[in-house]
């Protein structure tokens, strides 16, 4: 007499496979077809503000930003890939609202928006096809690519008139401190023999940009815990305006003594002489908030 199994091999029963798997694995050439429309719509905007990158020596700081978000996501990539690829149609709401703000943009000819809207297309992107677990482990690349966008210019222009007057009223109580005769006409500092300008690049506002992005980076690489990132992010605000008041203090001091000095060399090397000194106490700050805060939760 035949026995007849009823069991079947494992091997041959197929696995079913879910609305949601099918959904997480777009096919290539729906990726294809986005990666075209995003090089149509936003080819003419990046290469804009790489110009501006390029160009503007306030804003060369930005050419750097790119390189490293890409190098943070490299070195968080385990931590990206252990999460499951689940698509997730919310990111579609994401992917609207980068639309809105390019379209917005465009017909308003702000500059501000069609480049922030390229971040969040990003940032939707990889909730739409990778899902939100995907997206959180890259919320700190997607945050720092955002620094590489300057500031509106309505923003930039209703702060750097108040800085300006800052800078230069500090500076002239400084240098009147050191022994160096001078007075201030708003921002104009009056020598003996020479009138020096505080424009917008002493203001502390052009550095200010440059010093927020360090201190984004160094809270990502110096520090664990929200509370003193945060912190290191808000003391590159003052400190910004502080290095810059003691370059316009020194190119005033100088300037009494040596006014070709002042008005050649010293003026565009202090400048880097401020960023480095600004980073180099955000460096400081950053190694102390770790070693009083972070370390002594840990003991």
């Known amino acids: 007499m035949l026995h007849v199994s009823s069991q079947m091999p494992t091997s041959v029963i197929p696995e079913p496979v879910t609305q949601k798997n099918a959904a ?71 992917i609207g ?7 917005v943009g465009k017909f308003g000819a702000e500059f501000f928006l069609p480049r922030v809207s390229f971040v969040i297309l990003v940032a939707g992107l990889v909730w739409t096809y990778w899902g939100v677990a995907r997206l959180k482990t890259l919320s700190f690349p997607i945050i720092l690519l955002a620094t590489m966008v300057p500031l509106p210019v309505i923003v930039y222009n209703a702060a750097a008139a108040p800085l300006q007057l800052f800078a230069s009223d500090v500076a002239t109580q400084m240098a009147q401190f050191l022994g160096v005769s001078v007075y201030r ?36 690489l110096k520090l664990s815990r929200p509370s003193t990132r945060l912190a290191l992010f808000a003391f590159s605000i003052p400190l910004a305006i502080g290095v810059n008041v003691v370059r316009v203090t020194g190119t005033a001091v100088v300037a009494d003594y040596h006014r070709e000095i002042a008005q050649g060399f010293f003026h565009a090397f202090s400048g880097w002489i401020v960023f480095v000194l600004g980073f180099g106490a955000q460096y ?5 908030l770790a070693r009083c805060f972070e370390h002594r939760r840990t003991a």
């Open 24 to 94: 997480s694995r777009p096919q290539l050439w729906q990726l294809g077809l986005v990666a075209v429309l995003i090089i149509l719509l936003y080819a003419p905007v990046l290469a804009d503000l790489a110009n501006d990158w390029w160009t503007e020596e306030s804003l060369s700081y930005g050419l750097l930003v790119p390189p490293m978000a890409l190098y943070v996501a490299w070195l968080r990539r385990s931590i990206t890939l252990r999460e499951p690829v689940i698509g997730d149609n919310r990111g579609l709401w994401l």
């Open 97 to 103: 609202l980068a639309c809105g703000a390019y379209l």
């Open 185 to 220: 006409d708003g921002n104009i500092i009056q020598l003996a023999n020479l009138s020096l300008g505080v424009e917008e690049a002493c203001s502390g506002l052009n550095s200010l940009s440059a010093l927020m992005v360090g201190s984004i980076l160094l809270g990502f």
């Open 284 to 288: 400081v700050t950053a190694v102390g």
